[in-house]
């Protein structure tokens, strides 16, 4: 069974840094790729980074870029997103999801790796700012 498990959320202050875990199981990590996304209350949902497992390489929002940091330990299946410098437009569950096949991150072009189909989801961490 495919199960991905997202934590580390929680209340922080602004300006402040959270790290979150997203930990799979029941498929191959070798080479997959693994996004997060974020859904703030009466906004749509967004993909905030995405990590090519097998090589490492990273996709980010443009307004995230600089303080989100997208890493993979393969050897414990787990994906990790660091936020820093935390604003109170950060506030949102974040879910990270599974693209089994890694096409996503496969584009020469660099298309933007949310448009393709992400078929594993966890079950969201909320992330809370305080200003």
């Known amino acids: 069974e495919v199960q991905l498990q997202a934590s580390g959320g929680g209340l922080v202050q602004a300006g402040g840094s959270l790290r979150l875990s997203c930990a799979a199981s029941?498929?191959?990590?070798?080479?997959?790729?693994i996004g997060w996304f974020r859904q703030a209350p009466g906004k749509k949902r967004e993909g905030v980074s995405c990590?090519?497992?097998?090589?490492?390489?990273?996709y980010y929002l443009d307004s995230v870029k600089g303080r989100f940091t997208i890493s993979s330990d393969n050897a414990k299946n787990t994906v990790y997103l660091q936020i820093d410098s935390l604003k109170s437009e950060d506030t949102a569950v974040y879910y990270c999801?599974?693209?089994?096949?890694?096409?996503?991150?496969?584009?020469?072009?660099?298309?933007?790796?949310?448009?393709?189909?992400?078929?594993?989801w966890g079950q969201g961490t909320q992330v809370t700012v305080s200003s």
């Open positions: 029941g498929f191959t990590f070798r080479d997959v790729a």
């Open positions: 999801a599974a693209n089994p096949t890694a096409q996503a991150m496969g584009d020469p072009r660099g298309r933007d790796p949310f448009e393709y189909e992400f078929d594993y």
């Open positions: 990590i090519r497992s097998s090589d490492g390489s990273t």
